[in-house]
């Protein structure tokens, strides 16, 4: 009887509290975590024929590297400019 | 059968709809206002035109105005940015968290509903003891009981308070005067029980975590200041509106206005995210209520209470508190809150009692009552079902295991500071 009571409230928690709290979750995982930003980059034109080596540099340590020093570089600019 | 007879049954249905959750309270409260209207017509208890005056508008524009303050407020990014303030502040060790959540649960439910507090604390709470790597489980159950006790803090804390300080005529200092303190000493009292029983801190190996910036949980500066400062200046209006020579409720209302129109944050959206449901039930319960009323049978139960009481104004005062607390701890405290006022009412007019305590009381008691059982209360069954959702499914035997006996010790702390705020009032 218990036991069917508590699974009764357990499904109403889940339908009308968990919607809220998947958002609520979704929003501090964003303000714990530290800021990131995804780009998306297309292929250059031109380079049609190196779609392969384009799409691994996803994961290229080197070219990651790159693009970090990259962002230092910019955000350093920008402050001495500040 | 009688009058008194047919609207005891008819109100015993309703509150029966809204325990069991058949339907949505909000739906039971507005079939209890048809009924009502329908019987009170039918025995000739009330006049079609007199149902309209049963509504306390001026409540419901309070509440809506104090709604759309914290959605904007929320919005803006204010309590996590205080949330963070906190976090980096006290410090997020297992020890620190001790003191950590229930600061931020006592804060964010003064000004925000209790089940709102208690969502965004328990997933912060979720996320940092992963971080720390402690068992969030009892966090969890202090935070319910905490967000409840918290509730009493000032009158726009819960809905009972707005309920019971404008029918009493309560200022906002008067809460921070004579519940504000209770508040306190029954936060202290709980965090300290559960920081020696279910938290069991000494035994835990102290872990820190990283600084929080707490800006990363504001989207717009502008936005953010002109809402802190909107929201400021409200709270000061409150504290002095009846030195000024208006009611709570258009300070409330004109400070949600100015939020509006001066952070550019979108109505429509604002307005999805209130809780209509509360509104609506007000409406249909406010007449329910007024027809019981009536009809008599409230005057019945103040007499009948009266003479439970033998006469006594400080009996009567002390049950009123364990009345409503009892009561809350098995339906919503609203309806009861809703219920006990016109009790308290005639016995106010018929005894000539002082109206001061009768009231305090009943605030403490539907705050303290919902945390009877892990049931009793929103934050309770929300905080169970975000366990749920995160694997821990032990919730319910770990709150009978102490939150019970935590509850009866609050309520005996309460029962001690109505009787001594009776003797300074009485």
């Given at each position: 009887?218990?036991?069917?009571?508590?699974?009764?409230?357990?499904?109403?928690?889940?339908?009308?509290?968990?919607?809220?709290?998947?958002?609520?979750?979704?929003?501090?995982?964003?303000?714990?975590?530290?800021?990131?930003?995804?780009?998306?980059?297309?292929?250059?034109?031109?380079?049609?024929?190196?779609?392969?080596?384009?799409?691994?540099?996803?994961?290229?340590?080197?070219?990651?590297?790159?693009?970090?020093?990259?962002?230092?570089?910019?955000?350093?600019?920008?402050?001495?400019?500040? | 059968?009688?009058?008194?007879?047919?609207?005891a049954l008819l109100f015993t249905f309703i509150v029966l709809l809204i325990f069991l959750e058949l339907f949505h309270r909000a739906v039971a409260a507005l079939i209890g206002a048809f009924l009502a209207t329908y019987f009170g017509l039918v025995y000739h208890v009330i006049t079609y035109e007199e149902i309209f005056t049963f509504i306390d508008f001026k409540l419901l524009i309070f509440v809506i105005g104090v709604y759309i303050i914290v959605e904007v407020l929320d919005r803006a990014g204010v309590f996590h940015f205080i949330a963070l303030i906190l976090i980096n502040l006290v410090g997020a060790s297992p020890r620190r968290l001790t003191i950590l959540f229930p600061l931020?649960?006592?804060?964010?439910?003064?000004?925000?509903?209790?089940?709102?507090?208690?969502?965004?604390?328990?997933?912060?709470?979720?996320?940092?003891?992963?971080?720390?790597?402690?068992?969030?489980?009892?966090?969890?159950?202090?935070?319910?009981?905490?967000?409840?006790?918290?509730?009493?803090?000032?009158?726009?804390?819960?809905?009972?308070?707005?309920?019971?300080?404008?029918?009493?005529?309560?200022?906002?200092?008067?809460?921070?005067?004579?519940?504000?303190?209770?508040?306190?000493?029954?936060?202290?009292?709980?965090?300290?029980?559960?920081?020696?029983?279910?938290?069991?801190?000494?035994?835990?190996?102290?872990?820190?975590?990283?600084?929080?910036?707490?800006?990363?949980?504001?989207?717009?500066?502008?936005?953010?200041?002109?809402?802190?400062?909107?929201?400021?200046?409200?709270?000061?209006?409150?504290?002095?509106?009846?030195?000024?020579?208006?009611?709570?409720?258009?300070?409330?209302?004109?400070?949600?206005?100015?939020?509006?129109?001066?952070?550019?944050?979108?109505?429509?959206?604002?307005?999805?995210?209130?809780?209509?449901?509360?509104?609506?039930?007000?409406?249909?319960?406010?007449?329910?209520?007024?027809?019981?009323?009536?009809?008599?049978?409230?005057?019945?139960?103040?007499?009948?209470?009266?003479?439970?009481?033998?006469?006594?104004?400080?009996?009567?005062?002390?049950?009123?508190?364990?009345?409503?607390?009892?009561?809350?701890?098995?339906?919503?405290?609203?309806?009861?809150?809703?219920?006990?006022?016109?009790?308290?009412?005639?016995?106010?007019?018929?005894?000539?009692?002082?109206?001061?305590?009768?009231?305090?009381?009943?605030?403490?008691?539907?705050?303290?009552?919902?945390?009877?059982?892990?049931?009793?209360?929103?934050?309770?069954?929300?905080?169970?079902?975000?366990?749920?959702?995160?694997?821990?499914?032990?919730?319910?035997?770990?709150?009978?295991?102490?939150?019970?006996?935590?509850?009866?010790?609050?309520?005996?702390?309460?029962?001690?500071?109505?009787?001594?705020?009776?003797?300074?009032?009485?």
């Amino acid at each position: 009887m218990l036991k069917k009571t508590l699974d009764k409230l357990k499904s109403y928690t889940r339908r009308e509290r968990m919607v809220e709290y998947e958002e609520e979750r979704r929003r501090v995982n964003e303000i714990l975590s530290k800021p990131s930003i995804a780009i998306r980059v297309e292929l250059p034109p031109g380079f049609e024929d190196m779609r392969e080596e384009f799409m691994s540099l996803e994961h290229d340590d080197a070219f990651l590297s790159a693009v970090k020093d990259l962002v230092r570089k910019t955000l350093l600019m920008k402050r001495l400019k500040r | 059968m009688s009058v008194e007879a047919i609207f005891a049954l008819l109100f015993t249905f309703i509150v029966l709809l809204i325990f069991l959750e058949l339907f949505h309270r909000a739906v039971a409260a507005l079939i209890g206002a048809f009924l009502a209207t329908y019987f009170g017509l039918v025995y000739h208890v009330i006049t079609y035109e007199e149902i309209f005056t049963f509504i306390d508008f001026k409540l419901l524009i309070f509440v809506i105005g104090v709604y759309i303050i914290v959605e904007v407020l929320d919005r803006a990014g204010v309590f996590h940015f205080i949330a963070l303030i906190l976090i980096n502040l006290v410090g997020a060790s297992p020890r620190r968290l001790t003191i950590l959540f229930p600061l931020m649960t006592i804060l964010f439910s003064a000004f925000l509903s209790n089940i709102a507090a208690m969502v965004i604390v328990a997933t912060l709470t979720v996320a940092i003891t992963k971080r720390v790597k402690v068992d969030p489980l009892p966090y969890l159950i202090l935070e319910s009981i905490i967000a409840n006790i918290g509730g009493m803090a000032l009158i726009i804390s819960s809905i009972p308070n707005m309920l019971v300080g404008l029918k009493a005529g309560f200022t906002f200092l008067d809460f921070l005067v004579f519940s504000f303190p209770l508040m306190t000493i029954l936060t202290v009292i709980t965090v300290l029980a559960f920081r020696r029983t279910l938290l069991k801190v000494d035994a835990v190996e102290e872990r820190g975590i990283e600084k929080f910036d707490p800006w990363s949980a504001v989207k717009d500066r502008r936005v953010f200041t002109r809402s802190l400062f909107i929201f400021v200046l409200t709270l000061v209006l409150l504290v002095f509106c009846d030195r000024i020579g208006v009611g709570m409720e258009a300070v409330a209302s004109g400070g949600a206005v100015a939020l509006l129109a001066l952070t550019g944050i979108d109505l429509e959206d604002v307005l999805r995210h209130i809780d209509w449901g509360t509104i609506f039930f007000f409406g249909g319960f406010f007449i329910l209520v007024g027809s019981v009323e009536r009809s008599g049978l409230l005057s019945l139960l103040a007499h009948k209470l009266l003479a439970f009481s033998q006469g006594n104004p400080a009996l009567f005062t002390l049950l009123i508190l364990w009345f409503s607390a009892f009561l809350s701890g098995v339906v919503d405290n609203i309806p009861v809150t809703l219920t006990l006022i016109p009790i308290i009412q005639t016995a106010i007019v018929e005894t000539g009692f002082k109206a001061a305590p009768l009231w305090w009381s009943l605030i403490f008691g539907v705050a303290v009552g919902g945390n009877l059982t892990p049931l009793s209360s929103p934050t309770g069954i929300a905080a169970m079902g975000i366990l749920d959702k995160e694997g821990y499914t032990d919730y319910f035997h770990q709150f009978l295991k102490v939150g019970f006996l935590a509850s009866m010790l609050l309520l005996a702390v309460a029962t001690i500071y109505t009787y001594l705020l009776f003797l300074i009032l009485g």
